[in-house]
């Protein structure tokens, strides 16, 4: 039983919500200075944390100077060129129009069987942005609005390198990343124009092969990758690593319709690794640092909501909708803790 003090999140899609997602369908699924167009996944976070109304149509009203319209296809893809365009951030009206009809013909369901498999290699495209798109289509069930996650996730989606054959080791996420911490052959943490593009820059090491080629995945590790993240983020802060938690829940969303759940984790990994590297693989948390943070978190759970669901911030929104859904799964009190740390940051 939950405590009285703690509210379960969800998404109701009201009428408004519905409406304002129809009208974003119509824009590039980038911004106007290149970033992930987070519109739609805010609305949903916002209304499943409560926001009225009122709310969802100011915000999308303010968000609406950052998007442009999304262009006419220039090519017609189909089952055979689809993947030439993985990748592709100049293809994504063909990548939509495509995805557009093979919902239309044969469903979300067989259309994301089809085609999930060509696109878990590059799960962690956009720092994560694609499949969390796509998480979010999947949670109001709109055909419209999967076929627009899928097309997404397509054009953001370029591996950032082929797995290493073979396991050097036998590790869980944790060991590995706390390993990572301490090699001297640590890259220098890269400062590029976005996320994306850092861990592409770090990824291009035998450090970072060897360290993805020795997790072991068992019928735990998609819990422990999430628990990586959460333990990642709570640690560092980092504006990078919040992206591991919403990526990794987005990722455990799409299991069911993947059935090599191995290879999934395997790249999931990979993505959550590379996004450690990117800021410099810092000293993670001890167990004790972790429940001493748990143990300092006195916010009401109630108030922390409703600030998410009122702020301009779009990554908070989406970062307290995640945590709290998760703690609600899990009973991981640190879920708790960072998402009262994201909605009332200590100056």
């Given at each position: 039983m939950l405590p009285d003090s703690v509210l379960v999140v969800g998404s109701i899609v009201s009428q408004v919500l519905q409406e304002l997602l129809d009208e974003e369908l119509g824009a590039d699924p980038t911004t106007v200075r290149g970033l992930t167009n987070h519109l739609p996944m805010a609305l949903v976070a916002k209304e499943g944390l409560g926001a009225d109304t009122d709310e969802l149509i100011r915000f999308a009203a303010a968000y609406s100077t950052r998007i442009t319209v999304l262009d006419e296809p220039s090519r017609r893809l189909d089952e055979n060129t689809w993947h030439s365009a993985i990748g592709n951030y100049?293809?994504?009206?063909?990548?939509?129009?495509?995805?557009?009809?093979?919902?239309?013909?044969?469903?979300?369901?067989?259309?994301?069987?089809?085609?999930?498999?060509?696109?878990?290699?590059?799960?962690?495209?956009?720092?994560?942005?694609?499949?969390?798109?796509?998480?979010?289509?999947?949670?109001?069930?709109?055909?419209?609005?999967?076929?627009?996650?899928?097309?997404?996730?397509?054009?953001?989606?370029s591996p950032l390198r082929a797995l290493a054959p073979g396991a050097t080791g036998l590790q869980d996420p944790m060991a590995i990343l706390a390993a990572l911490s301490k090699s001297p052959e640590l890259p220098g943490r890269p400062e590029l124009k976005s996320i994306d593009e850092e861990m592409r820059r770090v990824s291009s090491s035998d450090l970072f092969d060897d360290a993805?080629?020795?997790?072991?995945?068992?019928?735990?590790?998609?819990?422990?990758?999430?628990?990586?993240?959460?333990?990642?983020?709570?640690?560092?802060?980092d504006f990078t690593a919040l992206h591991g938690v919403t990526g990794l829940e987005a990722i455990d969303s799409i299991r069911p319709w993947i059935d090599d759940h191995e290879l999934l984790s395997r790249f999931a990994f990979q993505a959550l690794a590379a996004a450690y590297l990117s800021i410099g693989a810092p000293p993670l948390w001890s167990r004790n640092r972790l429940d001493e943070f748990v143990g300092t978190n006195g916010s009401d759970p109630k108030e922390v909501l409703s600030s998410a669901a009122f702020s301009n911030d779009e990554h908070v929104s989406k970062l307290v909708y995640t945590a709290q859904r998760s703690w609600v799964k899990t009973n991981e009190p640190l879920y708790l803790a960072i998402a009262a740390r994201k909605a009332f940051p200590i100056p």
């Open positions: 100049e293809a994504a009206a063909d990548l939509r129009n495509y995805f557009v009809r093979q919902v239309a013909e044969e469903g979300t369901d067989e259309t994301m069987r089809k085609h999930l498999p060509a696109l878990v290699a590059g799960i962690g495209g956009g720092a994560f942005h694609g499949v969390i798109r796509l998480a979010y289509a999947i949670e109001v069930s709109s055909p419209s609005r999967v076929a627009a996650g899928l097309a997404y996730l397509a054009e953001v989606g993805v080629a020795s997790l072991e995945v068992t019928e735990h590790t998609d819990q422990e990758l999430t628990q990586a993240a959460l333990h990642l983020y709570a640690s560092t802060d």
